[in-house]
Each structure stands twice: as C-alpha cells, then as structure tokens.
Nanobody, 125 residues
Framework: QVQLVESGGGLVQAGGSLRLSCAASGRTLSSYAMGWFRQAPGKEREFVSSISWNGSNTKYADSVKGRFTISRDNAKNTVYLQMNSLKPEDTAVYYC??????WGGGPSSYDYDYWGQGTQVTVSS
C-alpha cells in the first residue's frame, strides 16, 4: 500500500510560480511511474504530467508544456511539479498518483492505483 500526500498548493497571481510536492509512505516509489492530474470545478479530472521510475521519461499535457516541470527524488520518496507562468485556467485541485508500471505514466487515470488527497491551486487574474 502506498500513501501519497500532496503539498505546496495555494493562491498565486497570474504569472507566478508554485512547486507542488508529493511525499509517499508505506512503500518506496522507486518502482512506480508517477503522475500529476488536476480537476477544476465542474470539469473532469485531467492529466497534467507524468514521469517514469527513474525520471528519464516525462510527459506533459499540451496545456502545460513549457511551463510545468515534473521531477522526482527517489531517495526522498518524493515527486515534484514546478509550475511557472501560472494562468487562471490552471486553477484546480492537483492530485499525484502512482502507476505500478515503472515505465508507465500514461494519461489515463485508470493506470494509476494510488492517489493523494489533492492540494488546491488558485491562480488569480
């Protein structure tokens, strides 16, 4: 069993930056691909980014490409999402998730077995 806890969300002005963290306990994350998803009010949960077990493969949604960077520190059992040039449309609850396929990390939420509780990101205009 893997427990995931996100942190780092908050209120920021458009153009600002935030760094989200996802800390795991219960099992090492080093064999999991990891993903970030988000869900805005009244919308479906959507894929944001993912990273393979060793960090060599990363994927991004078109809407965040060039602005967000995913990374991981397996020694700290933590995954990060650096978010720059934030826009009001980035406002959502952000969730991290663990995919037991080490080279997985696809855009489908069904691939992920474990989820955090989410952290709110609000970008004001």
């Amino acid at each position: 069993q893997v427990q995931l806890v996100e942190s780092g969300g908050g209120l920021v002005q458009a153009g600002g930056s935030l760094r989200l963290s996802c800390a795991a306990s219960g099992r090492t994350l080093s064999s999991y691909a990891m993903g970030w998803f988000r869900q805005a009010p009244g919308k479906e949960r959507e894929f944001v980014s993912s990273i393979s077990w060793n960090g060599s493969n990363t994927k991004y949604a078109d809407s965040v490409k060039g602005r967000f960077t995913i990374s991981r520190d397996n020694a700290k059992n933590t995954v990060y999402l650096q978010m720059n040039s934030l826009k009001p449309e980035d406002t959502a609850v952000y969730y991290c998730a663990a995919d037991p396929a080490a080279w997985g990390g696809g855009p489908s939420s069904y691939d992920y077995d474990y989820w955090g509780q989410g952290t709110q990101v609000t970008v004001s205009s």
